[in-house]
């Protein structure tokens, strides 16, 4: 990540357009892939044996829902709709204003932002339907490929965990980080699959859209504070007394 941030600074030599050739370049590799994915699933013979397990675990799990399990799911996946997710991020943005971190106000906007364009692109060219069983609740109005609630709630809470500089902690506490920052998103994956809102493919992909939009946002962030700072750098290498961040990145 060091090293992309490192290229797309000596490319873009701006502290605006570094980051944005990152989020463009992300936006294309990123999209390329999942509709690869989606496509050879939903619409080719190859997708045969994925499309039946797909079927099978959805359909068991429609058949084994419990009222207790179906109220869990109910809160698990409200957490993850748009406006808890814009609540979360503006937090974290006057929090990072407060703290007058200024570039890393940059990292949750961008990822989401980054998720989101690509989601709406992959979503609409695959079109899968979303599973045939009883839906619990409203079904949205996009697609099920990829699934957008998980790839959001993985930028806005591995994005805090970042923010937190939780690389840089002892194993122990790094673990429990991690930790916390996965019990949303797990709860949020089997949510809108217990719900009948997607595929298990669906919510595996919004999983790797989501860890790939914050890395992406990571490495933009930090090529913005290299094309601010060009003395920096050593060889190539990031300073380790920079914070949070800024020295996340660069591990």
């Known amino acids: ?23 463009v370049a992300a936006y294309v590799a990123i999209g390329l892939v999942l509709l690869a994915a989606g496509w050879v699933i939903v619409h080719t013979s190859l997708g045969d044996p994925v499309r039946s397990w797909d079927e099978t675990i959805s ?38 204003a407060a703290l ?11 990822a989401l932002a980054i998720e989101l364009s690509t989601f709406l692109t992959v979503n609409y060219i695959v079109g899968r339907d979303r ?13 099920s490929f990829p699934s957008g609630h998980v790839a959001a709630t993985f930028v806005l ?30 709860t949020v ?28 946002a990571a490495v933009a962030t930090r090529s913005s504070w290299l094309a601010s700072n060009p003395l920096s750098r050593r060889d190539g290498r990031a300073d380790r007394d920079l914070d949070l961040t800024e020295a996340e990145v660069g591990r």
Not at 1 to 23: F, I, N, T
Not at 189 to 201: I, L
């Open 1 to 23: 990540m060091e090293g992309a941030a490192v290229a797309a600074d000596r490319r873009a030599h701006s502290p605006w357009r570094a980051p944005a050739l990152v989020a």
């Open 131 to 143: 599973p045939n069983v009883a839906q619990l609740g409203g079904e949205p109005g996009t697609h």
């Open 59 to 96: 359909r068991n799990i429609s058949l084994g829902r419990t009222s207790g399990w179906s109220d869990y799911s109910d809160v698990g996946t409200s957490g993850a709709n748009t406006m808890p997710v814009v609540i979360g991020m503006v937090v974290v943005t006057i929090v990072l």
């Open 189 to 216: 994956a089997f949510s809108r699959v217990y719900r009948g809102m997607h595929f298990t493919t669906d919510v595996l992909a919004g999983l790797l859209l989501g860890a790939a939009a914050l890395a992406a």
């Open 157 to 186: 809470w591995f994005g805090i965990a970042l923010l937190l500089g939780s690389g840089r902690w002892r194993t122990p506490w790094r673990l429990l980080a991690w930790t916390l920052a996965a019990v949303p998103v797990v």
């Open 100 to 110: 007058r971190r200024w570039r890393d106000m940059l990292l949750v906007p961008l």
